[in-house]
């Protein structure tokens, strides 16, 4: 029979669930994700104090798997991508739900830390693959496979202006969290682009103009992309920030962004949600954002 592994829909799965999943089938394990977020999943995390929503929605999203399978994945993402680190909630996720959550199967958290070195990676790789009684060999084939099944996805062209829509994929991705704004911007009829659509190389040069990388890889990626879509080759004719309350990186992150906007005449609106955000205040001022970048185009 085979090992049954259960992957959290939360997080960082927004970026490398596709991987993780096709990887850990590759080495015979049978996938269990969780369902869609619903009020229930974050209700679960909501005794939870100083962490932000996303985090107390993983709690409800590994309670719904945690009866299910024999192993739990959640590897411990320090680093992906040189000098920079990930945000410290998501490298301590493994200790958070085993200090906060009794009964709870083996987690399966291997270190992910590219700081210095990319062979690091294989590293994990291999241990991964221990677990599943294979060699290095079968492990690493089984994870070039997964890679090659990882493609990004594409906005919708269904409308004639673009907004940028720039936030963690485990918040713009998760449509309970995100008051599901992606397609309510389709709805509205404007296109949608995301920093995952960005290159990494294409993201990075477009930072050069903060002066310093920033600290965390992923609000470093979202800081760059946001500045590529201000750059007249690619520009958006409107930009959102969603973010989710208490999140540090994220306050300086939007900051950034928005002073560079309004530098260069950009629309611009943050939206925060939490636990207790109305979804009639949240799309009275999606669709004001909106209304208003409409009268700008006719006066144009």
Same mark, same amino acid.
């Given at each position: 029979?085979?090992?049954?592994?259960?992957?959290?829909? !939360?997080?960082?799965?927004?970026?490398?669930?596709?991987?993780?999943?096709?990887?850990?089938?590759? *080495? %015979?394990?049978?996938?269990?994700?969780?369902?869609?977020?619903?009020?229930?999943?974050?209700?679960?995390?909501?005794?939870?104090?100083?962490?932000?929503?996303?985090?107390?929605?993983?709690?409800?999203?590994?309670?719904?798997?945690?009866?299910?399978?024999?192993?739990?994945?959640?590897?411990?993402?320090?680093?992906?991508? @040189?000098?920079?680190?990930?945000?410290?909630?998501?490298? %301590?996720?493994?200790? *958070?739900?085993?200090?906060?959550?009794? %009964?709870?199967?083996?987690?399966?958290?291997?270190?992910?830390?590219?700081?210095?070195?990319?062979?690091?990676?294989?590293?994990?790789?291999?241990?991964?693959?221990?677990?599943?009684?294979?060699?290095?060999?079968?492990?690493?084939?089984?994870?070039?496979?997964?890679?090659?099944?990882?493609?990004?996805?594409?906005?919708?062209?269904?409308?004639?202006?673009?907004?940028?829509?720039?936030?963690?994929?485990?918040?713009?991705?998760? @449509?309970?969290?995100?008051?599901?704004?992606?397609?309510?911007?389709?709805?509205?009829?404007?296109?949608?682009?995301?920093?995952?659509?960005?290159?990494?190389?294409?993201?990075?040069?477009?930072?050069?103009?903060?002066?310093?990388?920033?600290?965390?890889?992923?609000?470093?990626?979202?800081?760059?992309?946001?500045?590529?879509?201000?750059?007249?080759?690619?520009?958006?004719?409107?930009?959102?920030?969603?973010?989710?309350?208490?999140?540090?990186?994220?306050?300086?992150?939007?900051?950034?962004?928005?002073?560079?906007?309004?530098?260069? %005449?950009?629309?611009?609106?943050?939206?925060?949600?939490?636990?207790?955000?109305?979804?009639?205040?949240?799309?009275? @001022?999606?669709?004001?954002?909106?209304?208003?970048?409409? @009268?700008?185009?006719? *006066? !144009?």
């Amino acid at each position: 029979m085979a090992i049954r592994v259960g992957i959290p829909r !939360c997080l960082l799965f927004y970026q490398y669930g596709a991987i993780w999943e096709k990887f850990l089938r590759e *080495l %015979g394990a049978q996938v269990i994700i969780s369902g869609d977020t619903t009020r229930k999943t974050m209700d679960a995390g909501s005794e939870l104090d100083e962490v932000c929503l996303p985090v107390k929605v993983a709690f409800g999203h590994v309670q719904e798997l945690a009866e299910k399978v024999d192993y739990l994945f959640v590897p411990r993402m320090i680093s992906v991508a @040189r000098g920079q680190y990930t945000c410290p909630k998501i490298i %301590g996720m493994p200790d *958070l739900l085993r200090m906060n959550m009794a %009964g709870l199967p083996p987690i399966i958290d291997v270190n992910i830390d590219l700081r210095q070195r990319k062979r690091n990676l294989y590293k994990a790789i291999n241990d991964i693959g221990i677990l599943f009684g294979k060699g290095p060999l079968v492990s690493f084939y089984a994870w070039h496979k997964a890679k090659q099944l990882h493609r990004k996805e594409l906005a919708a062209e269904n409308g004639q202006k673009k907004v940028a829509l720039i936030g963690h994929p485990y918040i713009i991705h998760d @449509r309970q969290l995100s008051m599901d704004v992606i397609n309510r911007l389709h709805k509205l009829q404007f296109n949608v682009v995301t920093p995952e659509m960005v290159d990494s190389q294409k993201a990075d040069q477009a930072a050069k103009v903060l002066g310093k990388k920033l600290f965390w890889s992923y609000s470093h990626h979202m800081a760059g992309a946001a500045l590529a879509y201000m750059q007249p080759d690619n520009k958006v004719d409107g930009i959102i920030f969603l973010t989710s309350f208490s999140c540090g990186p994220d306050a300086l992150t939007a900051e950034l962004v928005g002073q560079h906007a309004h530098s260069r %005449g950009i629309p611009y609106m943050l939206l925060t949600v939490d636990e207790h955000t109305a979804e009639a205040g949240f799309i009275t @001022r999606l669709e004001a954002f909106t209304d208003m970048l409409r @009268r700008r185009w006719a *006066l !144009c």
